[in-house]
């Protein structure tokens, strides 16, 4: 019983555009869990002692919360599910941590160190200048990244393909991101056959663990280690690089604003324009901007 409802439950989350891996494992568990013990609904007390299992507070919340909207859309159906008190566990302690904005001259640093990377006489520096310049240059995610193919290059730009809720869009590049993609796959096409943009030594799909490792290694050789309040900048953080920069861009136009906004979003892939709002980050241009707004807003002006 609870399988067949898990398994609906699944083909649900996934039919509205989310990847579901990590919930559905989770949920597996603890339907297994229930059933061993002969639960055929969600039991309150059962969710409470799956959860408490895990080793820490935070990942038993974690646990608590997955079942607990699974009970919700199971609970609709039939008033027998059981739905666990959202605080049962306590409250949640995590804070989103803030992105680090990379100055111009930071994602310069980063290039320059890449292209020092050894092999020198590899494909190596040049494949890892071009992804760091990519990332920045077209705010993609590093999956997304990753997972291009030679043949999603065309002549109008970068397809992205079915990635984070099935959105498939078409990036355009600016001509030198473009003149600097041509340099790299001139190199590329002569050491390796495979289908991937970015390979390894051996030919395969660069994995992400692979890139982050190098990454660490380049903040270190461009001196931004802990930058980010003490932490380390991350990949990610070029994703919310881009979309900064991008609105800074629009001066003082608040209808130049709007529009691009609805273009931004579109162009990282976001599924509602509400999702881009959470890449957005204060910057003293922005806030210098906010600032002159409310200050003719206060004078009795227009803004």
Known sequence: MLSKDLERYVDRMRTLGYKFHTQSVHL???????????????????VLVWAAAAPSLETRRVRLMKVRRFALAMHAENARHQVPPADALGHARVKRR????????????????????????????????????LLAATGMRIAEALALRLDDLTADGIVVRETKFHKSRLLPLHATAQQALDRYLRARRKVSTSAALFVTRSGLPLPYRSARWVF???????GLRGANAGCDPRLHDLRHTFAVRSLEQC????????????????????????????????????????????EALFKGGTA
Do not use: C
Not at 125 to 132: G, V
Not at 257 to 286: D, F, K, N
């Open 251 to 294: 001066g003082h136009d608040r209808n130049a604003v709007g529009r691009h906004i609805v273009a931004l979003s579109t162009y990282l892939g976001h599924s509602h324009v509400t999702g881009t709002y959470w890449y957005l980050q204060a910057t003293p241009v922005l806030t210098s901007r906010i600032a002159e707004v409310g």
């Open 28 to 46: 597996r568990s603890y339907v297994r869990f229930a059933e061993e013990h002969g639960d055929r609904y969600i039991k309150t007390a059962r």
């Open 216 to 222: 660490l290694d380049l903040l270190d050789r461009s």
């Open 98 to 133: 803030s992105p680090y904005i990379y100055t111009p001259d930071e994602i310069a640093r980063l290039l320059r160190a890449a292209r020092t990377l050894e092999p020198a006489e590899t494909l190596r520096p040049l494949m890892y200048t071009t992804l760091i310049g």
